[in-house]
Each structure stands twice: as C-alpha cells, then as structure tokens.
Nanobody, 123 residues
Framework: VQLQASGGGLAQPGDSLRLSCAAS????????VGWFRQAPGKEREAVST????????YYADSVKGRFTMSRDKAKNTVYLQMNVLKPEDTAVYYC?????????????????WGQGTQVTVSS
C-alpha cells in the first residue's frame, strides 16, 4: 500500500483545513488508517484512527470536537477535517495504515506510512 498525504498549509487560529490521504496499490477497506502528527522536538502522536475491526473512529483528547476523520471507499481516500485550528496543532501530519484493521494509537502498530504534510497554524 502506498499512501499520499496532502492538504497541509498555513492557517490562522480558528481556520479550517482538510487533509487527504490517498491510497494506491491496494484498497484500505480492511486496514485501520490513522492520522499522526509530529511537532519539532516532540514524539509522533496519534490524532485519530478509523478501525474496521472495532467499527469506530477514535480521536485524541486534544482534537475531539474539532477534527473529524472520514473515509471514502470509492476513492480509496481518507480525510481529516480540521476545524478551529490552534497554534498547538502545528506539526507534520502523517497518515498510516496497519495490517490488522484494529487501529491503535501506537504508531509502531502501523506499517504503511505516507510522506507527511506540514500544517502551520499562526497569526
């Protein structure tokens, strides 16, 4: 599976951005797909994940109520709608897919990674 993340950019606090993660080489129907982010000097952290096995979408506390993750099976693409952006959301955002479909918040459980897209939130 090859993943291509896009949609990052510069935003002001309170703005919205939508990230896309397009998959090729295989469908993502049975893989869990997660969004992760890494800010300078910090560890990579989970933002959200869609888990087919657990039949749910899960969010980190820091983004609950502001971010929404969705999947378009026809396009084999996953999205992350980010609303009410804050400066602390600034990071490189990565999408990733696992093999099991379970979908955890541990980046070590994911084996396929996109290249990352920069999100900068600043006034």
């Amino acid at each position: 599976v090859q993943l291509q993340a896009s949609g990052g950019g510069l935003a002001q606090p309170g703005d919205s951005l939508r990230l896309s993660c397009a998959a090729s080489g295989s469908t993502l129907d049975w893989n869990a797909v997660g969004w992760f982010r890494q800010a300078p000097g910090k560890e990579r952290e989970a933002v959200s994940t869609i888990s087919p096995s657990r039949m749910g979408t899960y969010y980190a506390d820091s983004v609950k109520g502001r971010f929404t993750m969705s999947r378009d099976k026809a396009k084999n693409t996953v999205y992350l709608q980010m609303n009410v952006l804050k400066p602390e959301d600034t990071a490189v955002y990565y999408c990733a897919a696992d093999r099991t479909g379970w979908g955890t918040f541990d980046p070590n459980d994911y084996v396929f990674w996109g290249q990352g897209t920069q999100v900068t939130v600043s006034s």
